[in-house]
């Protein structure tokens, strides 16, 4: 019973994988190309404000560029002769920017300027006072609806920094600083946000060891500090019209989540976004309903998908209600860095990143890109508004089934295919003997490669687990879904030799069993010198073949393609792998690495000594024609030595 915990693991995503959230979606406008923008912001009208480098014959500065709504027309460029730390913009069309303070200095003097409306110089400069800066000082700035700018500013965490606190100064519509209050606590601000009506206040900063979120109760000049579920890094932050405060954030082992505080300090709702990867915060927007924008970057398909941009890819947006529950995600055609967002209270929305040299904007811009431009040089600025007719990709992802990687597949792999549409909102798993193979046809859903059947694991509306049919050959594969008779879009998906990826319980740590075929855990690690199990999925082709959909039985085939199991003898990084060091890389002879019995064909099982294994993990290492292909990696529990 334990090995059917492959097949169990497949279908895991699905019970929580609900249907997007109906009566809501999104639809893109146009796309163009855009400025290499540290900043974006909209006002009231829907017109774009971008924050960015610009070269004069004196040197390089920022400049502060407004672009009409239709994308179509450059209405200002103004270029402030200095660098800044931030900018923010009012529902007016005002501009606030804080200017970059020397670098290298005891002290600085902190000012804030605000552009007229027709961009061609400032309507006002107010200087906030001196501040110490011998560790990192740094300030970050927000306007409510009535054009009152709400300045955080503090130095970093150096013992004996010599300005304690972090200020946080509002300024009235005419410059003029009317309230301070300090923050006693030693870090760098981050973010600050406030309401449109600016009765509340919120500051993320970054202390040892990880970011802290404060609130400042309304006009009382007293802070209150909130817990974060864990040290984060940099979180974004927003409030909504209600005070709601709105958190985005995550730490270096990819623990995401959006997290939802009224002013009260009750939490609203607090959403893993278990997708999210990397150290880079994505961006967070509020509309005028409170709904949450937030973009990210995901190795592993996100779900459910409402997607009216992309098929699923690298970067993303999703967009929350203030209940918590998912109206949309969709993928964007962005391959380099979270994209940047700005949200009007209409909901229209402005997307900013990078894209490779196959993209193709939907209409001509303003700016321009060379055909020759590095990646970083080439960003594509995207316009969207709500759009109840807007085109979707009911079929938007194929990934391997174990580890969730989107990448090319396998004959024989095991994957999942993610959207909306794909079939009934209940889900329903299939079941095969040694007699009779998994069906090709399950609650009037269908999948094909290339025009062949695939047999199918489960069905349900944002999910499908089925296996590529052996016969897939060439460079490319042709995936289509049918529900009831209706075909969904095609995806042209990559085919390689070997998608190795190994079934896991978290993202990382295998689904493995110890030698006494217990379950591995923390709390259940294996002892050393003893033989554990892990179960895999992409490993190639099996000998004798057998066809499609089968359960393996005696005498059992072999895999065709030899395996080694590989490890960093380092120590243990939990949520990161390959750890980052140097040391010896180990290699080991599987004692059995095969067809999983009375599994699918397709699925394999490896088994290992536990003493040839790092606490760190291991991956697999797959010798093809072509040279060793190293994927799947994984970690176990050990027993500590």
Not at 512 to 540: E, H, K, M, R
Not at 576 to 582: G, L, N, T, V, Y
């Amino acid at each position: 019973m334990m090995r059917k915990i492959v097949v169990c693991l497949a279908l895991a995503g699905a019970a929580s994988a609900a249907a997007a959230t109906s009566g809501f979606l999104l639809g893109l406008d146009y796309s163009e190309w855009g400025l290499n923008a540290g900043q974006i912001a909209m006002d009231g009208t829907g017109a774009l404000y971008t924050l960015s480098a610009c070269t004069t014959a004196s040197g390089s500065t920022s400049c502060v560029t407004k672009l009409s709504a239709d994308g179509k027309t450059i209405l200002w460029q103004y270029n402030l002769g200095f660098y800044t730390m931030a900018m923010a913009v009012d529902p007016n069309g005002g501009v606030y920017v804080v200017p970059q303070p020397p670098f290298n200095v005891q002290q600085v003097s902190l000012s804030v300027e605000k552009l007229t409306a027709d961009g061609t110089g400032l309507a006002w400069q107010t200087q906030l006072g001196t501040f110490a800066s011998e560790w990192g000082f740094t300030a970050v700035i927000a306007v409510d609806a009535g054009g009152r700018a709400f300045v955080a500013a503090g130095v970093g965490t150096a013992p004996g920094a010599s300005s304690a606190g972090i200020y946080l100064i509002r300024l009235n519509a005419a410059g003029a600083a009317d309230f301070t209050s300090v923050l006693q606590a030693t870090g760098s601000p981050t973010a600050v946000a406030v309401d449109p009506a600016g009765s509340n206040v919120v500051v993320a900063y970054q202390a040892n060891p990880g970011s802290s979120f404060a609130r400042l109760i309304p006009y009382s000049g007293i802070w209150a500090a909130v817990a974060l579920p864990h040290a984060v890094q940099s979180p974004a932050v927003a409030v909504a019209p209600d005070g709601d405060a709105v958190i985005y954030a995550g730490d270096l082992n990819s623990n995401w989540f959006l997290q939802r505080i009224d002013p009260a300090g009750n939490v609203v709702f607090s959403e893993a976004i278990a997708a999210a990867t990397g150290a880079a915060t994505g961006a967070l927007a509020l509309d005028a309903a409170g709904n949450a924008y937030l973009t990210g970057l995901s190795s592993i398909p996100i779900h459910p998908v409402k997607n009216s941009l992309a098929p699923c890819g690298l970067a993303w947006m999703s967009v929350y209600a203030p209940d918590g529950s998912i109206l949309q995600t969709s993928y964007l055609p962005v391959t380099l860095g979270p994209p940047l967002i700005a949200e009007s209270p209409n909901s229209s929305v402005f997307l900013l990143g990078g894209v490779d040299a196959s993209f193709a904007p939907t209409q001509t811009g303003p700016f321009t890109v060379s055909p020759n431009a590095p990646q970083y040089a080439r960003l594509s600025l995207f316009h969207l508004s709500p759009n109840a007719s807007a085109n979707t990709f009911p079929l938007a992802c194929v990934s391997n089934s174990a580890s969730f990687g989107i990448g090319a597949v396998a004959p024989g792999e095991v994957v999942t295919l993610f959207g909306n549409g794909l079939g009934p909102q209940v889900g329903i798993e299939s079941t095969a003997t040694l007699q009779t193979p998994f069906p090709i046809q399950a609650g009037n859903v269908e999948v094909t490669f290339d025009g062949k059947p695939a047999p199918l694991l489960w069905v349900q509306d944002a999910q499908i687990n089925a296996v590529v049919p052996w016969s897939v050959a060439g460079a490319t594969t042709e995936v289509c879904a049918t529900y009831n008779n209706v075909e969904t879009n095609c995806l042209t998906w990559p085919v390689t030799a070997v998608a190795a990826g190994v079934f896991t319980v978290d993202g990382f740590y295998a689904a493995a069993l110890n030698q006494d075929g217990t379950l591995n855990t923390a709390a259940n690690p294996a002892p050393s010198n003893t033989i554990v199990t892990i179960y895999a999925t992409g490993l190639g082709p099996i000998d004798p073949p057998l066809a499609d959909g089968s359960l393996v039985g005696l005498p059992l085939p072999v895999n065709t393609l030899p395996l080694k199991v590989a490890t960093y003898f380092c120590p243990p990084i939990p949520g990161s792998f390959p750890p980052d060091c140097a040391l010896t890389l180990a290699v080991s002879d599987a004692a059995y690495a095969g067809p999983a019995p009375f599994l699918i064909a397709g699925a394999s099982q490896i088994n290992f000594n536990s003493s040839d294994i790092a606490p760190g993990g291991g991956y697999l290492a797959i010798t093809t024609p072509s040279g060793t292909v190293s994927s799947g990696y994984f970690g176990i529990h050990l027993t500590p030595q």
